[in-house]
């Protein structure tokens, strides 16, 4: 069963903690984190590249030149592709990049990235991460304590003081447990569990 150190703000041990190993120290399969990966940077694609192909470019009614004597090629319309201004061959036209991937396949990733943290030794669990107002100094002083330079801040419940106090500080992101994606896990050297946010972590991936 893996085993976590749980910490306090000023980096003091706790207690430790045994988490479920069916989620958090399973084999992991680079090619299904990276089939999640490819999935989510794909649908951030706007797909709104545009062309103008022959038919959509104005004008072109009438021939350029006449068909012979001009020593130039025959064309028959300002619209065609050979044409200075004329229409696009083969250009991009909007499109949906959008990749499905099965909700197993979602859930099994998830438990992998959170796998592949703990047994790279990247997973922290805080006791909690209570501040009494935003104050971006002090989550900055906390962050240095326990040595965390880009990480990723997962809480049980919304917490303004500690989301805002983290928003202008660089390589660090705060989420609640119902937002725990596989992209942002991966993304951020560290992962950091608010230790009560780990029963709904289990609760969602144990079903």
């Known amino acids: ?80 592709p050979l044409m200075r201004g004329g229409g696009i061959v083969f250009g991009p036209h909007p499109r949906a990049y959008e990749q499905k991937v099965n909700k197993k396949v979602k859930k099994l990733a998830m438990k992998m990235a959170l796998s592949s943290k703990w047994q790279g030794e990247q997973l922290m669990v805080l006791e909690h ?36 106090s983290a928003h202008n500080v660089k390589g660090m992101k705060v989420l609640r447990a119902d937002g725990l994606n596989v992209y942002d896990v991966l993304r951020y050297d560290h992962l950091v569990l608010l230790k009560p946010s780990i029963p709904i972590i289990e609760e969602a991936l144990g079903q």
Request: charged fraction near 30%.
């Open 129 to 164: 991460f209570d501040l009494e107002e935003i104050k971006t100094k002090r989550f900055a002083q906390v962050m240095d304590r326990l040595q965390l330079k880009k990480a990723l801040i997962i809480t049980d419940q919304e917490n303004q003081n500690l989301e805002k």
């Open 1 to 80: 069963m893996p085993t976590v150190t749980v910490y306090n703000l000023s980096g003091e041990k706790v207690e430790d903690l045994v988490l479920k190993d069916e989620i958090f120290d399973r084999e992991v399969n680079p090619h299904i984190l990276h089939q999640i990966v490819s999935a989510v940077q794909t649908n951030h694609r706007a797909g709104t590249s545009a062309s103008k192909g022959r038919s959509d470019v104005s004008g072109g009614g009438k021939k350029p030149h006449r068909q012979k004597g001009t020593g130039r090629a025959r064309q028959g319309s300002k619209s065609s």
